[in-house]
């Protein structure tokens, strides 16, 4: 167990929300005293680490062989690596959201197959898709996570290694409700995953067949830190930053155009601004959720 307090305000729950792949994320837990579990598959192996905030002290708590590592990578994972120098609120709406919102920050988990999984899995689908087929997957070929067994709603899962999902047949693609262009997305950033931890840089996660800017995009939030990493093509991210700065929609170009005074913090503002862009006008039907299993 160790203890690190943060030099500034931190909202625990806030900065680790964006790891979170639905309310039933095998790898992700709170517990009824508000500690966050979170199960990952590191450099040493197989590890669960458990985060609670008191008194402006995090205390954590790590199992399993990749226990170390975890407990090393605390302060990074809860923004210790996050420059907000040069971040100035230009727009009253976001002077708002940093009063509202001083302990957001930008972490990091150093693990980027961990997190181009999901993100591949949530491409051009509604969440609840994705995030169905991230659960059986995880329960499926993952191993149970360290110290979860007694939690309440079962042991959490720790993600396979890239050897593992390379090797997932097309059947269990199938049943877990991804269909084949993103379990071969999958598979084929599996046979470099290697490289990629040791370069995940935009172009050479973009160099990947059925890997664009948006995917890049959302793993260089969550594996690197990167607060400038804006998720160009989005469904709903254009209107929320067009509707919370404008009080109107735009598309890509008008979001680019209307981040571009926060260039290196793009990201930061449109997590700020989350809670202030109010929903997308209603003006028909919801999309169903789709059950690619029945096709």
Known sequence: MRHWRPPWPLDLRTTLDPLRRGPHDPAFRVDADGAVWRASLTPDGPGTLRLRMRHG??????????????????????????????????????????????????????????????????????????????????????????????????????????????????????????????????????????????????????????????TAAEVRQRAVGDADAVSVGDYHLPGLVGRALTGREVDDAGMLELLEPYAGHRHRVTRLLAPFGGGRPRRGPRLPVRDYRRF
């Open 57 to 214: 002290v995090v205390d954590a708590t790590a199992w399993g062989p990749g226990a170390g590592w975890l407990l090393d990578g605390v302060p990074d994972l809860l923004g210790a690596g996050d420059v907000t120098e040069g971040f100035e609120a230009r727009h009253p709406v976001v002077r708002e959201a940093v009063r509202l919102r001083p302990g957001l920050r930008i972490g990091r988990t150093g693990r980027v197959f961990e997190a181009l999984v999901p993100a591949v899995l949530e491409q051009k689908v509604l969440a609840a898709e994705a995030w169905r087929a991230w659960g059986y997957l995880l329960r499926r070929f993952g191993e149970p996570a360290p110290a979860t067994e007694g939690l309440p709603g079962g042991p959490m899962r720790v993600p396979p290694p890239p050897e593992v999902w390379a090797r997932i047949p097309s059947w269990e693609w199938h049943r877990s409700g991804a269909e084949p262009v993103r379990a071969r997305t999958i598979i084929g950033a599996a046979r470099v995953a290697a490289r990629l931890e040791e370069d995940p840089a935009e172009r050479r996660l973009c160099s990947l067949p059925g890997i664009g800017p948006w």
